[in-house]
């Protein structure tokens, strides 16, 4: 079994179908843990491995159609649709990176490696916090930080999708047009 077929069949509407349903159902958890930090501190690694899964994706099924067009007849929708193809990858990358950043940001890494951490000054609740400790408002820093995430990663997001959106229907499109 290659990344080109599986059982002599082209595995690319295979890969192709795990594109569509894992980039944007990494680009939509994204928004939502970019949008609320608690879900993002919920999801842990989840976010960025189910980013990692959809970025492995697409360079799989850009391969397998790569090679599936080497073997069917030449035609401008074929065309277009391999060029879409390629500016796939991008978009996944930035998820990727968009989902660990957002990871180590919000705990993602041991409390000894972030400021304020062991050793550091404060610890997660601030000095004197703990269960019983009063609620403390965000920071206008920490409010900026986060409006700024949830804004790049809904950029990135919808950008992801509707690449996604566009390359699927030239695909279709190049399959069944003329039938």
Same mark, same amino acid.
């Given at each position: 079994m290659g990344t080109t077929t599986i059982n002599g069949v082209p595995a690319h509407p295979l890969w192709a179908h795990a594109v569509v349903v894992l980039v944007p159902l990494s680009a939509l958890a994204l928004v939502v843990?970019?949008?609320?930090?608690?879900?993002?501190?919920?999801? &842990?690694? =989840?976010?960025? $491995?189910?980013?990692? %899964?959809a970025l492995v994706t697409v360079p799989l099924a850009t391969d397998a159609g790569e090679?599936? #067009? #080497? *073997? %069917?007849? #030449?035609?401008?929708?074929? #065309? *277009?649709h391999t060029e879409m193809g390629d500016g796939l990858l991008p978009w996944a990358v930035a998820i990727f990176v968009l989902a660990v950043l957002l990871w180590? =940001?919000?705990g993602g890494l041991p409390r000894r490696f972030l400021p304020g951490g062991p050793g550091g000054q404060g610890g997660a609740a601030g000095p004197g916090g703990g269960p019983g400790a009063a609620v403390r408002l965000a920071?206008? *820093?920490a %409010?900026?930080? %986060?409006?700024? &995430?949830?804004?790049?990663? $809904?950029?990135?997001?919808v950008g992801a999708v509707v690449q996604v959106y566009r390359i699927g229907e030239s695909g279709a499109k190049a399959v069944w047009q003329g039938l």
């Open positions: 843990c970019a949008a609320w930090p608690a879900v993002m501190r919920r999801a &842990g690694i =989840v976010l960025p $491995l189910l980013a990692l %899964v090679w599936l #067009e #080497e *073997r %069917v007849p #030449e035609n401008a929708a074929t #065309e *277009r180590l =940001v919000h920071s206008p *820093r %409010v900026l930080v %986060v409006g700024v &995430g949830t804004l790049l990663a $809904l950029v990135v997001g």
